[in-house]
């Protein structure tokens, strides 16, 4: 008679144990992502410096070209959204050879990468 009972507790904990599974896995993705631009807030210089340069690590693997090569503005747009974003403080950013951190010209605290 009670024989239901603990195979719908069994059920129960495989079904709760899922969803455990599927926000475990959305957690890890989030955090990866996350970490990739970590540290600064999402309208600073220097998080824009370091969308930059992630824009231009990924331009140089994909097109091929080699550290101190100069990068092509136009094209390192193309992979950020938006274009290359403007300092809000009104700098000027220089996007370097490659294998060099993206600068503004404002320079020092919260306006160049570490
Ligand atoms: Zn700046």
């Known amino acids: 008679m009670n024989r239901d009972v603990p195979g719908n507790a069994r059920s129960t904990i495989g079904v709760w144990l899922l969803i455990g599974g599927i926000v475990f896995v959305g957690t890890a993705i989030a955090v990866r992502r996350s970490s990739i631009v970590c540290c600064a807030a999402p309208s600073s210089c220097s998080y824009f410096l370091r969308e930059i340069d992630g824009a231009k690590d990924q331009w140089a693997i994909e097109k091929g070209h080699k550290a101190a090569e ?37 320079g020092g605290a919260g306006h160049s990468l570490p």
């Open 70 to 106: 100069p990068a092509v503005k136009s094209e390192i747009a193309q992979y950020i959204r938006g274009g290359i974003p403007l300092c809000p403080a009104g700098g000027v950013y220089s996007l370097n050879p490659v294998g060099r951190n993206p600068t503004c010209s404002i």
